[in-house]
Protein backbone atom coordinates (compact mmCIF):
# COMPACT_ATOMS: atom_id res chain seq x y z
CA UNK A 1 0.00 0.00 0.00
CA UNK A 2 3.03 2.26 -0.52
CA UNK A 3 3.73 4.80 -2.87
CA UNK A 4 0.92 7.17 -2.66
CA UNK A 5 2.17 10.79 -3.26
CA UNK A 6 1.61 13.34 -0.62
CA UNK A 7 -1.64 15.14 -0.98
CA UNK A 8 -3.28 13.63 -3.54
CA UNK A 9 -6.34 11.89 -2.12
CA UNK A 10 -5.52 8.65 -0.68
CA UNK A 11 -8.72 7.48 -0.03
CA UNK A 12 -12.01 9.16 -2.22
CA UNK A 13 -15.82 8.73 -2.35
CA UNK A 14 -17.15 9.36 -5.66
CA UNK A 15 -21.27 9.10 -5.36
CA UNK A 16 -21.05 6.40 -2.92
CA UNK A 17 -24.51 5.57 -1.36
CA UNK A 18 -24.77 2.49 0.70
CA UNK A 19 -28.48 1.09 1.28
CA UNK A 20 -29.58 -2.03 3.36
CA UNK A 21 -31.11 -5.15 1.27
CA UNK A 22 -34.79 -3.57 1.45
CA UNK A 23 -33.56 -0.90 3.64
CA UNK A 24 -33.43 2.70 3.89
CA UNK A 25 -30.76 4.82 2.01
CA UNK A 26 -28.25 4.73 4.90
CA UNK A 27 -26.16 6.96 2.84
CA UNK A 28 -26.81 8.76 0.19
CA UNK A 29 -24.32 9.99 -2.78
CA UNK A 30 -21.38 10.75 -0.58
CA UNK A 31 -18.49 12.78 -1.95
CA UNK A 32 -15.51 13.17 -0.34
CA UNK A 33 -12.21 13.16 -1.32
CA UNK A 34 -9.29 12.51 1.94
CA UNK A 35 -5.69 13.24 1.57
CA UNK A 36 -2.76 11.56 2.86
CA UNK A 37 -2.03 12.91 6.07
CA UNK A 38 -4.99 14.31 7.30
CA UNK A 39 -6.93 13.64 10.47
CA UNK A 40 -10.91 13.42 9.00
CA UNK A 41 -13.69 13.05 11.49
CA UNK A 42 -16.94 11.98 10.59
CA UNK A 43 -18.70 13.63 12.74
CA UNK A 44 -22.72 13.43 13.39
CA UNK A 45 -25.42 12.02 15.34
CA UNK A 46 -26.73 8.24 15.81
CA UNK A 47 -27.50 6.73 12.71
CA UNK A 48 -26.68 9.28 10.51
CA UNK A 49 -24.10 7.02 8.48
CA UNK A 50 -20.70 7.88 9.52
CA UNK A 51 -19.98 4.64 10.54
CA UNK A 52 -21.16 2.92 7.46
CA UNK A 53 -18.96 5.57 5.97
CA UNK A 54 -16.34 4.82 7.35
CA UNK A 55 -16.97 0.65 6.76
CA UNK A 56 -16.78 0.93 3.34
CA UNK A 57 -13.43 2.17 3.37
CA UNK A 58 -11.96 -1.38 4.35
CA UNK A 59 -14.69 -3.17 2.54
CA UNK A 60 -17.15 -4.17 5.21
CA UNK A 61 -19.63 -2.74 3.49
CA UNK A 62 -19.62 -2.30 -0.14
CA UNK A 63 -21.18 0.61 -1.68
CA UNK A 64 -24.61 0.01 -3.56
CA UNK A 65 -23.92 2.74 -5.74
CA UNK A 66 -21.29 4.65 -6.57
CA UNK A 67 -17.25 4.00 -5.47
CA UNK A 68 -15.07 4.02 -2.97
CA UNK A 69 -11.27 4.37 -3.75
CA UNK A 70 -8.29 3.55 -1.69
CA UNK A 71 -5.04 5.05 -3.26
CA UNK A 72 -6.83 5.21 -6.46
CA UNK A 73 -8.23 2.10 -6.64
CA UNK A 74 -11.96 1.04 -6.38
CA UNK A 75 -12.01 -1.26 -3.09
CA UNK A 76 -14.54 -3.37 -5.08
CA UNK A 77 -10.75 -4.22 -6.91
CA UNK A 78 -8.83 -4.89 -3.97
CA UNK A 79 -8.40 -8.29 -2.39
CA UNK A 80 -10.21 -7.23 0.94
CA UNK A 81 -7.98 -9.19 2.93
CA UNK A 82 -5.15 -7.16 1.48
CA UNK A 83 -6.71 -4.04 1.87
CA UNK A 84 -7.73 -4.40 5.26
CA UNK A 85 -4.25 -5.87 6.60
CA UNK A 86 -3.13 -2.14 4.98
CA UNK A 87 -5.71 -0.30 6.77
CA UNK A 88 -5.40 0.21 11.01
CA UNK A 89 -9.31 -0.35 12.32
CA UNK A 90 -10.12 0.83 16.04
CA UNK A 91 -13.37 0.56 17.51
CA UNK A 92 -15.26 1.18 20.22
CA UNK A 93 -14.51 -1.23 23.12
CA UNK A 94 -11.33 -1.80 21.26
CA UNK A 95 -12.47 -5.75 20.09
CA UNK A 96 -9.72 -7.42 21.29
CA UNK A 97 -9.58 -11.44 21.50
CA UNK A 98 -10.35 -12.03 25.40
CA UNK A 99 -8.62 -15.59 24.41
CA UNK A 100 -5.27 -14.02 23.40
CA UNK A 101 -2.55 -11.94 25.93
CA UNK A 102 -2.16 -8.16 25.15
CA UNK A 103 1.13 -9.38 22.64
CA UNK A 104 -0.69 -11.53 21.04
CA UNK A 105 -3.50 -9.39 20.52
CA UNK A 106 -1.14 -6.49 19.29
CA UNK A 107 1.05 -9.10 17.09
CA UNK A 108 -2.00 -10.34 15.25
CA UNK A 109 -1.61 -8.82 11.86
CA UNK A 110 2.03 -9.20 11.74
CA UNK A 111 1.35 -12.68 12.50
CA UNK A 112 -0.79 -13.12 9.95
CA UNK A 113 1.54 -11.53 7.44
CA UNK A 114 4.00 -14.26 8.53
CA UNK A 115 6.65 -11.93 9.86
CA UNK A 116 9.95 -13.67 11.82
CA UNK A 117 8.94 -14.42 15.38
CA UNK A 118 11.84 -11.84 16.62
CA UNK A 119 10.77 -8.61 14.57
CA UNK A 120 7.27 -9.31 15.63
CA UNK A 121 8.16 -9.83 19.48
CA UNK A 122 10.32 -6.35 18.91
CA UNK A 123 7.39 -4.25 17.22
CA UNK A 124 4.76 -5.26 20.22
CA UNK A 125 6.99 -4.12 22.54
CA UNK A 126 7.85 -0.59 20.60
CA UNK A 127 4.01 -0.55 20.08
CA UNK A 128 2.97 -0.92 24.12
CA UNK A 129 5.76 1.34 24.88
CA UNK A 130 4.24 4.17 21.95
CA UNK A 131 0.81 3.59 23.65
CA UNK A 132 1.68 4.15 27.07
CA UNK A 133 1.69 0.49 28.88
CA UNK A 134 4.61 -1.03 29.94
CA UNK A 135 5.73 -4.12 28.19
CA UNK A 136 7.01 -6.08 31.19
CA UNK A 137 3.60 -5.18 32.59
CA UNK A 138 1.34 -6.15 30.32
CA UNK A 139 2.38 -8.00 27.81
CA UNK A 140 1.27 -10.48 28.98
CA UNK A 141 -1.85 -10.02 30.70
CA UNK A 142 -5.41 -11.02 29.19
CA UNK A 143 -7.89 -8.15 28.01
CA UNK A 144 -10.18 -8.73 30.50
CA UNK A 145 -7.38 -7.63 33.27
CA UNK A 146 -7.16 -4.28 31.59
CA UNK A 147 -9.30 -1.04 32.17
CA UNK A 148 -11.51 0.03 29.53
CA UNK A 149 -8.75 2.76 28.61
CA UNK A 150 -5.26 0.06 28.64
CA UNK A 151 -7.80 -1.85 26.65
CA UNK A 152 -8.44 1.05 23.72
CA UNK A 153 -4.62 1.57 23.93
CA UNK A 154 -4.11 -2.30 23.46
CA UNK A 155 -7.13 -1.83 20.41
CA UNK A 156 -4.64 1.13 19.09
CA UNK A 157 -1.53 -0.37 19.19
CA UNK A 158 -2.75 -3.51 17.71
CA UNK A 159 -4.14 -1.40 14.46
CA UNK A 160 -0.84 0.21 14.41
CA UNK A 161 1.25 -3.11 14.14
CA UNK A 162 2.13 -3.91 10.71
CA UNK A 163 2.54 0.17 9.90
CA UNK A 164 -0.44 1.00 7.79
CA UNK A 165 -0.57 4.52 6.02
CA UNK A 166 -4.44 4.44 7.09
CA UNK A 167 -5.90 3.94 10.06
CA UNK A 168 -9.63 3.64 10.57
CA UNK A 169 -11.13 4.96 14.18
CA UNK A 170 -14.85 4.28 15.33
CA UNK A 171 -15.47 5.91 18.50
CA UNK A 172 -12.16 4.54 19.74
CA UNK A 173 -13.22 6.56 23.15
CA UNK A 174 -16.47 6.40 23.28
CA UNK A 175 -16.82 3.87 26.00
CA UNK A 176 -14.65 5.70 28.65
CA UNK A 177 -14.80 8.11 31.29
CA UNK A 178 -13.98 12.08 30.26
CA UNK A 179 -10.75 11.70 32.21
CA UNK A 180 -9.37 8.59 30.91
CA UNK A 181 -11.17 9.51 27.06
CA UNK A 182 -9.19 12.97 27.57
CA UNK A 183 -5.99 11.60 28.34
CA UNK A 184 -6.33 9.22 25.24
CA UNK A 185 -7.26 12.12 22.99
CA UNK A 186 -4.47 14.41 24.10
CA UNK A 187 -1.21 11.25 23.69
CA UNK A 188 -3.58 9.85 20.62
CA UNK A 189 -3.61 13.52 18.89
CA UNK A 190 0.71 13.99 20.03
CA UNK A 191 0.85 10.17 18.40
CA UNK A 192 -0.36 11.45 15.00
CA UNK A 193 1.99 14.74 15.11
CA UNK A 194 5.00 11.76 15.14
CA UNK A 195 3.27 9.16 12.77
CA UNK A 196 1.45 11.38 10.02
CA UNK A 197 -0.98 8.98 9.07
CA UNK A 198 -4.31 9.22 7.16
CA UNK A 199 -7.17 9.09 9.66
CA UNK A 200 -10.63 8.88 9.38
CA UNK A 201 -12.01 8.84 12.90
CA UNK A 202 -16.08 8.26 13.38
CA UNK A 203 -17.45 10.35 16.36
CA UNK A 204 -20.24 12.20 17.63
CA UNK A 205 -18.35 14.10 20.48
CA UNK A 206 -18.08 17.81 18.59
CA UNK A 207 -15.42 18.49 21.21
CA UNK A 208 -13.59 15.31 19.96
CA UNK A 209 -13.81 16.42 16.86
CA UNK A 210 -12.72 20.16 17.10
CA UNK A 211 -9.67 18.74 18.65
CA UNK A 212 -8.44 15.99 17.03
CA UNK A 213 -9.82 16.94 13.31
CA UNK A 214 -7.03 18.65 10.33
CA UNK A 215 -11.32 19.02 8.95
CA UNK A 216 -14.55 17.91 9.88
CA UNK A 217 -16.99 16.00 7.30
CA UNK A 218 -20.67 16.30 9.18
CA UNK A 219 -22.85 14.08 8.16
CA UNK A 220 -26.88 14.22 9.07
CA UNK A 221 -29.46 11.28 7.59
CA UNK A 222 -26.71 10.03 5.16
CA UNK A 223 -25.80 12.99 3.51
CA UNK A 224 -22.46 15.10 3.85
CA UNK A 225 -23.92 18.50 4.97
CA UNK A 226 -20.55 20.09 4.83
CA UNK A 227 -16.41 19.94 5.33
CA UNK A 228 -14.99 22.21 7.38
CA UNK A 229 -11.75 23.27 9.30
CA UNK A 230 -12.29 23.11 13.16
CA UNK A 231 -12.26 27.07 12.93
CA UNK A 232 -14.45 27.34 10.52
CA UNK A 233 -16.76 24.53 11.92
CA UNK A 234 -17.17 26.86 14.55
CA UNK A 235 -18.87 29.78 13.08
CA UNK A 236 -21.08 27.07 10.35
CA UNK A 237 -24.00 28.87 9.73
CA UNK A 238 -25.47 25.55 7.80
CA UNK A 239 -28.46 25.13 10.14
CA UNK A 240 -27.91 21.51 11.41
CA UNK A 241 -24.38 22.06 12.31
CA UNK A 242 -25.33 25.57 14.18
CA UNK A 243 -27.89 23.16 15.87
CA UNK A 244 -25.24 20.24 16.55
CA UNK A 245 -22.70 23.04 17.69
CA UNK A 246 -25.57 25.15 20.20
CA UNK A 247 -26.08 21.63 22.16
CA UNK A 248 -22.23 21.15 22.35
CA UNK A 249 -22.28 25.13 23.96
CA UNK A 250 -25.11 24.32 25.91
CA UNK A 251 -23.34 21.81 27.76
CA UNK A 252 -20.63 24.69 28.00
CA UNK A 253 -22.45 27.67 29.56
CA UNK A 254 -23.44 25.17 32.28
CA UNK A 255 -19.96 24.80 33.51
CA UNK A 256 -19.19 28.48 33.65
CA UNK B 1 -22.55 -56.57 51.45
CA UNK B 2 -24.06 -59.01 49.15
CA UNK B 3 -24.06 -57.04 46.53
CA UNK B 4 -19.87 -56.15 46.42
CA UNK B 5 -19.35 -59.78 47.16
CA UNK B 6 -21.65 -60.43 43.79
CA UNK B 7 -19.62 -57.71 41.77
CA UNK B 8 -16.87 -59.24 42.91
CA UNK B 9 -17.32 -62.95 42.48
CA UNK B 10 -18.52 -61.75 38.84
CA UNK B 11 -15.81 -59.26 37.97
CA UNK B 12 -14.42 -60.34 34.77
CA UNK B 13 -17.76 -60.28 33.34
CA UNK B 14 -18.52 -56.84 34.54
CA UNK B 15 -15.00 -56.14 33.04
CA UNK B 16 -15.30 -56.96 30.04
CA UNK B 17 -18.98 -55.74 29.88
CA UNK B 18 -17.86 -52.08 31.10
CA UNK B 19 -15.33 -52.20 27.97
CA UNK B 20 -17.57 -53.14 25.81
CA UNK B 21 -19.95 -50.17 26.79
CA UNK B 22 -17.35 -48.15 26.65
CA UNK B 23 -16.07 -48.82 23.30
CA UNK B 24 -20.40 -48.24 21.87
CA UNK B 25 -20.18 -45.02 23.53
CA UNK B 26 -16.86 -44.03 22.16
CA UNK B 27 -17.36 -44.95 19.20
CA UNK B 28 -21.17 -43.04 19.00
CA UNK B 29 -19.16 -39.99 20.44
CA UNK B 30 -16.39 -40.14 18.13
CA UNK B 31 -19.06 -40.37 15.17
CA UNK B 32 -21.56 -37.48 16.75
CA UNK B 33 -18.18 -35.52 17.02
CA UNK B 34 -16.98 -35.62 13.76
CA UNK B 35 -20.70 -34.86 12.26
CA UNK B 36 -22.30 -32.89 15.03
CA UNK B 37 -19.54 -30.22 14.95
CA UNK B 38 -19.57 -29.16 11.07
CA UNK B 39 -23.26 -29.15 11.42
CA UNK B 40 -22.92 -26.87 14.12
CA UNK B 41 -20.61 -24.65 12.12
CA UNK B 42 -23.45 -24.59 9.31
CA UNK B 43 -25.93 -23.80 11.78
CA UNK B 44 -24.18 -20.72 13.24
CA UNK B 45 -23.31 -19.46 9.41
CA UNK B 46 -26.05 -20.07 7.44
CA UNK B 47 -29.42 -19.49 9.67
CA UNK B 48 -31.49 -20.89 7.02
CA UNK B 49 -29.78 -24.17 7.09
CA UNK B 50 -29.48 -24.14 11.25
CA UNK B 51 -33.47 -24.46 11.34
CA UNK B 52 -34.05 -27.42 9.36
CA UNK B 53 -30.68 -28.96 10.80
CA UNK B 54 -31.31 -28.30 14.62
CA UNK B 55 -35.36 -29.37 14.11
CA UNK B 56 -34.03 -32.99 12.24
CA UNK B 57 -31.46 -33.11 15.28
CA UNK B 58 -34.71 -32.45 17.81
CA UNK B 59 -36.63 -35.33 15.92
CA UNK B 60 -34.25 -37.49 16.31
CA UNK B 61 -34.18 -36.64 19.87
CA UNK B 62 -37.88 -37.61 20.84
CA UNK B 63 -38.01 -40.97 19.36
CA UNK B 64 -37.71 -43.52 22.09
CA UNK B 65 -34.36 -45.12 22.19
CA UNK B 66 -36.26 -48.69 22.24
CA UNK B 67 -38.21 -47.72 18.82
CA UNK B 68 -34.94 -46.78 17.15
CA UNK B 69 -33.33 -49.24 18.16
CA UNK B 70 -35.80 -51.09 16.68
CA UNK B 71 -36.63 -48.51 13.15
CA UNK B 72 -32.75 -48.95 12.18
CA UNK B 73 -32.75 -53.12 12.63
CA UNK B 74 -34.36 -53.27 9.10
CA UNK B 75 -31.57 -50.92 7.52
CA UNK B 76 -29.91 -53.12 5.25
CA UNK B 77 -25.47 -52.53 6.24
CA UNK B 78 -26.75 -50.98 9.67
CA UNK B 79 -28.55 -54.01 10.58
CA UNK B 80 -26.13 -56.87 10.17
CA UNK B 81 -24.30 -56.30 13.52
CA UNK B 82 -26.09 -55.55 16.07
CA UNK B 83 -23.09 -53.18 17.55
CA UNK B 84 -23.09 -50.95 14.21
CA UNK B 85 -26.74 -50.47 14.84
CA UNK B 86 -26.18 -49.68 18.62
CA UNK B 87 -23.68 -47.08 17.33
CA UNK B 88 -25.59 -45.02 14.47
CA UNK B 89 -28.65 -44.55 16.80
CA UNK B 90 -26.31 -43.30 19.98
CA UNK B 91 -24.79 -41.35 17.60
CA UNK B 92 -27.92 -39.81 16.59
CA UNK B 93 -29.19 -39.01 19.73
CA UNK B 94 -25.72 -37.64 20.61
CA UNK B 95 -26.00 -35.03 17.75
CA UNK B 96 -28.48 -32.93 19.29
CA UNK B 97 -26.81 -31.23 21.99
CA UNK B 98 -23.26 -31.31 20.15
CA UNK B 99 -24.86 -28.96 17.08
CA UNK B 100 -26.84 -27.00 19.17
CA UNK B 101 -24.14 -25.92 21.64
CA UNK B 102 -21.73 -25.80 19.04
CA UNK B 103 -24.03 -23.17 17.53
CA UNK B 104 -25.02 -21.32 20.24
CA UNK B 105 -21.39 -20.81 21.09
CA UNK B 106 -20.27 -19.31 17.61
CA UNK B 107 -23.29 -17.52 17.57
CA UNK B 108 -22.68 -15.70 20.86
CA UNK B 109 -18.84 -14.87 20.19
CA UNK B 110 -18.94 -11.15 20.66
CA UNK B 111 -20.22 -9.49 17.45
CA UNK B 112 -17.23 -6.70 18.00
CA UNK B 113 -14.48 -9.05 18.24
CA UNK B 114 -15.86 -10.68 14.83
CA UNK B 115 -15.73 -7.08 13.16
CA UNK B 116 -12.48 -6.56 14.30
CA UNK B 117 -10.79 -9.61 13.08
CA UNK B 118 -12.61 -9.06 9.76
CA UNK B 119 -11.40 -5.32 9.44
CA UNK B 120 -7.92 -6.74 10.22
CA UNK B 121 -7.40 -8.91 7.63
CA UNK B 122 -8.85 -12.08 8.83
CA UNK B 123 -9.94 -14.59 6.34
CA UNK B 124 -13.32 -16.61 7.48
CA UNK B 125 -11.62 -19.64 7.94
CA UNK B 126 -8.54 -17.92 10.06
CA UNK B 127 -11.83 -16.12 11.80
CA UNK B 128 -13.86 -19.73 12.44
CA UNK B 129 -10.30 -21.55 13.28
CA UNK B 130 -8.61 -18.74 15.82
CA UNK B 131 -11.25 -16.70 16.93
CA UNK B 132 -14.81 -18.97 16.99
CA UNK B 133 -13.99 -21.89 17.67
CA UNK B 134 -11.66 -21.52 20.57
CA UNK B 135 -14.04 -18.82 22.05
CA UNK B 136 -16.90 -21.20 21.71
CA UNK B 137 -15.12 -23.89 22.56
CA UNK B 138 -16.15 -24.25 26.25
CA UNK B 139 -20.01 -24.05 25.16
CA UNK B 140 -18.63 -27.46 22.78
CA UNK B 141 -17.17 -29.22 25.18
CA UNK B 142 -20.44 -28.53 27.49
CA UNK B 143 -22.43 -30.38 24.48
CA UNK B 144 -19.98 -33.04 24.29
CA UNK B 145 -20.39 -33.80 28.41
CA UNK B 146 -24.38 -33.96 27.73
CA UNK B 147 -24.45 -35.55 25.37
CA UNK B 148 -22.16 -38.38 26.65
CA UNK B 149 -23.36 -38.62 29.84
CA UNK B 150 -26.90 -39.23 27.67
CA UNK B 151 -25.49 -41.92 25.17
CA UNK B 152 -24.12 -43.88 28.50
CA UNK B 153 -27.43 -44.19 29.76
CA UNK B 154 -28.66 -44.98 26.65
CA UNK B 155 -26.38 -47.49 25.83
CA UNK B 156 -27.52 -49.63 28.43
CA UNK B 157 -30.65 -49.86 26.15
CA UNK B 158 -28.41 -51.64 23.36
CA UNK B 159 -28.34 -54.30 25.23
CA UNK B 160 -32.08 -55.01 24.25
CA UNK B 161 -30.90 -55.76 20.73
CA UNK B 162 -28.02 -57.56 21.50
CA UNK B 163 -25.01 -55.08 21.12
CA UNK B 164 -24.08 -56.07 24.81
CA UNK B 165 -22.57 -53.26 27.44
CA UNK B 166 -23.72 -52.99 30.72
CA UNK B 167 -27.39 -53.20 29.86
CA UNK B 168 -27.05 -56.77 29.43
CA UNK B 169 -26.78 -56.96 33.48
CA UNK B 170 -29.73 -54.83 33.45
CA UNK B 171 -32.10 -56.89 31.19
CA UNK B 172 -31.13 -59.91 32.62
CA UNK B 173 -31.76 -58.90 36.20
CA UNK B 174 -35.22 -57.98 35.00
CA UNK B 175 -35.97 -60.77 33.24
CA UNK B 176 -35.00 -62.82 36.57
CA UNK B 177 -36.50 -60.26 39.06
CA UNK B 178 -32.50 -60.27 40.69
CA UNK B 179 -31.69 -56.80 42.13
CA UNK B 180 -28.05 -57.59 42.24
CA UNK B 181 -28.20 -58.20 38.69
CA UNK B 182 -29.60 -54.81 37.70
CA UNK B 183 -27.44 -53.39 40.34
CA UNK B 184 -24.05 -54.69 38.78
CA UNK B 185 -25.05 -53.26 35.47
CA UNK B 186 -26.68 -50.04 36.84
CA UNK B 187 -23.89 -48.92 39.25
CA UNK B 188 -20.98 -49.07 36.85
CA UNK B 189 -22.76 -46.98 34.63
CA UNK B 190 -23.78 -44.51 36.95
CA UNK B 191 -20.00 -44.30 37.92
CA UNK B 192 -19.35 -44.25 34.04
CA UNK B 193 -21.93 -41.19 33.55
CA UNK B 194 -20.25 -39.08 36.74
CA UNK B 195 -16.79 -39.52 35.65
CA UNK B 196 -17.32 -38.50 32.40
CA UNK B 197 -19.24 -35.37 33.48
CA UNK B 198 -16.71 -34.40 35.77
CA UNK B 199 -13.65 -35.23 33.67
CA UNK B 200 -15.52 -32.66 30.99
CA UNK B 201 -16.63 -30.14 32.78
CA UNK B 202 -13.19 -29.65 34.50
CA UNK B 203 -12.25 -29.44 30.62
CA UNK B 204 -14.98 -27.21 30.43
CA UNK B 205 -13.75 -24.81 32.82
CA UNK B 206 -10.47 -24.64 31.43
CA UNK B 207 -11.22 -23.61 28.40
CA UNK B 208 -13.87 -20.69 29.33
CA UNK B 209 -13.00 -16.80 28.75
CA UNK B 210 -13.88 -14.20 30.34
CA UNK B 211 -15.58 -12.63 27.22
Avoid at chain 1, 135 to 140: C, Q, V
Avoid at chain 1, 207 to 227: C, K, S, Y
Avoid at chain 2, 19 to 43: D, F, K, R, T, Y
Amino acid sequence: MNGAAKNQATIEFSDACFRAVDGPIILDHLNLAISSGETLVLLGRSGSGKTTALRLINRLLEPTAGAVKVEGRSTLDWDPVALRRGIGYVIQDAGLFPHYTVERNVGLVPWLEKWPEERKRARVVELLQLTGLDPAKFAHRYPHELSGGQRQRVGVARALAADPPILLMDEPFGALDPLTRGELQKEFADLQKRLHKTIVFVTHDTREALFLATRIAFIEAGRLVGVYTPEDFLHATEPVAAAYLAACRMGDSLLK
Amino acid sequence: MDFLHFMFRNRDQIFSATLEHLWLVGAAMSLAVLIGIPLGIVAARRPWLGKPIIGAANVAETIPSLALFGFLLPVPWLGDRADRLAITALALYALLPIIRNTATGITGVDAKVRDAARGMGMTDNQILIHVELPLAFSYLLAGVRVATVLTIAIATIAAAIGAGGLGEFIFRGLAMVNDQLILAGAVPAAALALAADFILGALEKRFRFAQ
